[in-house]
């Protein structure tokens, strides 16, 4: 038979999970763990925390198992490995997410073709799914400890259940929160003579809570929480830009807003009786708009702009000299367009003074723009940028 139709050799991966991460959460152990003897340190580490702690049982299960297996399976040239992987002490989503990204990594190392999963027997029914959606799973091994029926033994492990609803925050907030908050309430509303409205204040702490759990706000208070305490503030450039954008727009609306204002009070001086009237008066009220807003306008592109120059001046890039020309003929526009304004308001001013101004600008936006092309050339070894190539004059 030719080689190629050998069978596949058998590769079982003996795999112990822990959906709330007791491991990392007693026992400060990284996870995922691959190994037999890392798993028998981790497992020891952890009993040695909590004896009674189901999760180090599990693996010693773990580790037995795979024992076992390793002695059946080597005769066969077959391959076992073990690994531990964990999820988190919130629950949900993120410990799915994180004991998924676990299992790809334990795969990564072993690419196993069957599963061997031993649990605690808390959550399987949602940990076998995850699971068997990557490898087959072909055997679960659930592993619930026995405890003496006696009386003492069964309260001892009543308050060993008791402290869990107290110091796992994934019980404690509801069982334990929620009727702490009611019991508040309720106590506000005995000293002040209010009991009357005990169920109306009862149902409103419940709507709170169940509102605020379905839409996950808690989760998204605690991701901006995290963001907040974990922001970086970018580097001063940049600050200053954002600043000089918020401002140059701010102002650029209230251009816009004011001359919107001055054209509408000519307006409501003047209202246009009919269709013909309204284009008559459309070039007067052009001219109020453009007369209100330009000046706030140019000043807030301007301050917009400078923002700009500053950031590229500390960047080094030589995009600082095109901003500063373009800078200039926004500047010197503001008179164009004033001018402009003003003979559109009363066409039979003299348009002398707007193709004055218009010559003027074009003069000084050149000038602007030969003396920055200059200025690049002769500083283009201290601003020089990737992409750029100065032409040799």
């Excluded at 600043?243 to 009070?265: E, H, M, P, Q, R």
């Excluded at 066409?347 to 092309?373: D, G, M, Q, R």
């Amino acid at each position: 038979m030719p080689k190629s139709t050998k069978e596949k050799v058998e590769r079982i991966l003996v795999l112990c999970v822990d959906r709330d991460d007791d491991l990392g959460v007693k026992g400060g152990i990284k996870t995922p763990v691959l190994g037999r003897k890392e798993n028998i340190k981790a497992a020891t580490a952890l009993i040695l925390r909590d004896p009674e702690e189901p999760d180090a049982n599990a693996m010693f299960e773990a580790i037995r198992i795979y024992d076992r297996l390793s002695e059946e399976i080597k005769d066969a040239n077959g391959k076992c490995q073990i690994a531990t992987i964990t999820g988190s002490e919130l629950g949900g989503v993120g410990a799915d997410r994180k004991l998924v990204s676990e299992l790809t990594g334990v795969l990564k190392e072993f690419p196993a073709s069957d599963v061997v999963l031993v649990t605690d027997g808390y959550g399987d029914e949602a940990i076998l799914p995850l699971v068997e959606s990557r490898v087959p799973v072909t055997s679960v091994r659930r592993l619930v400890i026995t405890h003496n029926k006696s009386v003492e033994e069964t309260v001892a492990v009543f308050f060993r259940y008791l402290k869990i609803l107290f110091e796992n925050p994934r019980y404690s907030r509801i069982l334990i929160g929620l009727p702490g908050l009611l019991l508040i309430v309720l106590a506000i509303l005995y000293a002040q003579g209010w009991l009357f409205y005990t169920w109306i204040a009862f149902l409103i702490v419940l709507g709170a809570f169940l509102f605020v759990k379905g839409f996950g706000i808690d989760k998204m208070a605690q991701n901006f929480y995290k963001w907040i305490s974990e922001y970086s503030p970018p580097s001063f450039s940049v600050q200053i830009t954002g600043f000089s954008t918020i401002a140059g727009v701010l102002l650029v609306a209230i251009g816009c807003y004011l001359g919107a204002f001055v054209a509408n009070s000519y307006l409501i001086q003047n209202p246009p009786p009919d269709l013909g009237q309204w284009i008559a008066i459309f070039p007067r009220l052009m001219g109020e708009f453009i007369s209100g807003a330009t000046a706030l306008i140019v000043i807030g592109i301007s301050v917009l702009l400078s923002g700009r120059v500053i950031q590229w001046f500390f960047e080094r890039d030589p995009k600082l000299w095109r901003t500063i020309a373009i800078m200039v003929a926004v500047a010197v526009s503001y008179q164009t367009f004033y001018e402009a304004s003003q003979i559109l308001i009363n066409p039979s001013l003299e348009y002398t003074n707007l193709v004055i101004t218009i010559i003027a600008s074009i003069v000084l936006t050149v000038a602007a723009v030969l003396a920055t092309n200059l200025l690049h050339r002769k500083y283009a070894k201290v601003f020089a940028g990737k992409d750029v190539k100065i032409e040799s004059g």
